[in-house]
């Protein structure tokens, strides 16, 4: 009985186990359509094999992909370790002085907040804009920290931001109206309560006038009982008439 | 020897070992060197992210290739499915995409009808010739990697050589 090609497929694989292997070889070795096919077979298999991608077709992406990874994956975790190294190479004056100079920074804005927190709804924010490294940290010793607050109180603000600038931080104090949230901010719970449409003016649950552009023109405004737009004072801004109450 | 695949010396190593040949596992499903080196690298992210252990950098092979095998197979199906769609709007003439270079390299016409027989194959006889022939794997590995068993793999071997050898006897190719 002659061979079939499940078997003698399987021969060429070398995945024939024994005794069959032996008795497969034995056949071939005497029966001439057997071998023939079995030529046949490998020949199909050495144009399988010979039609793979070659080592040239696949160097290049596999450099490429490589060097890709290295760069975003690979080195990127490096630089993790090395910057968390640094952080840590820190001496502990110099965290002195990092901690000083945010305590200094957080002591100053609650003076000038206090001060000036003002009954029109405006409050007065010191804006401090400096990049904190090694080169303007100034050093300062625990024990100063204290006066320093204590003291700070007796400065006026022009003095605090003289003494700020000498020092060689960049302050920028500005003076602004309180910024609401945004309406997509708030959500459901902001809602237009009137518009006034000759002006685009737009009053909302939050008491803000804004314009057409939405820009706040006013703050602390209210719709009173009589459809009104009255503004914190008591004094009417638009009237009844002017008003279109949104429901 | 333990494999962390998230670990950079291993995955270096199982990177130079495994890459040429989930390449061509990719490259001989999709038969696009462009796209089977986007998946190869997808494949070789995700291993590199998830950190993953194996016993040994053969089963860090094997995992590769079956992600390979799944996203080459997956494009193949989107691919086929986008141009069933695309076929009712407009038959141009075909391009044979064995026979223009995506490489400088000009194939051998034996090589371009090898490769155009192997892609018409049935998905399930190209994936076991493509492990066979191109990963070098043998019928436990690619039962392993396909989940099926062993008998069913040399059944599928077997028939996806008969295929190959009824379309390579239409192209009248002269096999070497």
């Known amino acids: 009985m002659c061979l079939d090609d499940q078997?003698?497929?399987t021969y060429l694989d070398n995945e024939l186990t024994e005794p069959w292997k032996s008795q497969v070889e034995e056949h071939l070795s005497y029966c001439p359509s057997c071998r023939t096919r079995y030529q046949n077979l490998l020949k199909i298999r050495s144009a399988v094999q010979a039609a793979a991608l070659t080592d040239e077709e696949i160097q290049p992406r596999q450099d490429r992909v490589l060097s890709m990874i290295e760069k975003n994956?690979?080195?990127?975790?490096?630089?993790?370790?090395s910057f968390l190294k640094r952080t840590f190479k820190l001496s502990a004056p110099q965290l002195i002085g990092v901690a000083a100079a945010f305590v200094v920074v957080f002591v100053g804005s609650w003076a000038v907040f206090g001060n000036n927190g003002s009954s029109d709804g405006t409050i007065l924010l010191p804006d401090v804009n400096t990049t904190i490294d090694l080169n303007n940290i100034t050093q300062t010793r625990s024990s100063d920290n204290n006066t320093t607050s204590k003291s700070l109180e007796n400065y006026t603000t022009e003095e605090i931001l003289k003494n700020l600038d000498a020092r060689g931080y960049d302050v920028d104090i500005r003076l602004k109206s309180i910024q609401p949230l945004s309406l997509d901010?708030?959500?459901s719970e902001v809602k237009v309560i009137a518009v006034v449409e000759d002006k685009g003016i737009t009053i909302t649950s939050d008491g803000l006038a804004r314009d057409a552009e939405g820009t706040i023109v006013a703050t602390g405004v209210i719709l009173d009982d009589q459809n009104r737009i009255v503004a914190s004072d008591g004094t009417v801004i638009f009237t009844a008439d002017e008003t279109k109450v949104v429901e | 020897m333990e494999i962390r695949s998230g670990d950079e010396i291993a995955f270096r190593q199982v990177y130079n070992a495994v890459f040429p040949v989930v390449m061509k596992v990719a490259y001989h499903v999709t038969y696009n060197q462009d796209v089977a080196e986007d998946i190869c690298q997808d494949a070789f992210i995700r291993f590199y992210d998830k950190d993953?252990?194996?016993?040994?950098?053969?089963?860090?092979?094997?995992?590769?290739?079956?992600v390979v095998k799944n996203l080459a197979i997956n494009h193949v199906k989107k691919k086929m499915r986008e141009s069933a769609s695309l076929e009712k709007v407009m038959r141009g003439p075909q391009v044979n995409p064995f026979?223009?270079?995506a490489s400088e390299l000009i194939l051998k016409e034996s090589t371009a009808a090898v490769r155009k027989a192997v892609s018409e194959l049935p998905e399930i006889y190209k994936t076991v010739?493509?492990?066979r022939e191109y990963a070098g794997l043998n019928y436990k590995e690619i039962a392993g990697v396909l989940k099926i068993s062993e008998s069913n793999v040399k059944v599928r071997v077997h028939r996806a050589r008969k295929e190959l050898e009824a379309k390579l006897d239409r192209e009248e190719v002269n096999v070497p």
């Open chain 2, 52 to 66: 993953m252990s194996f016993p040994s950098l053969d089963d860090a092979k094997f995992w590769l290739i079956r």
């Open chain 1, 73 to 81: 994956y690979l080195s990127k975790n490096k630089g993790k370790k």
């Open chain 2, 129 to 131: 010739i493509v492990l």
């Open chain 1, 185 to 187: 901010r708030i959500g």
């Open chain 2, 99 to 101: 026979k223009d270079g």
């Open chain 1, 7 to 9: 078997i003698l497929n």
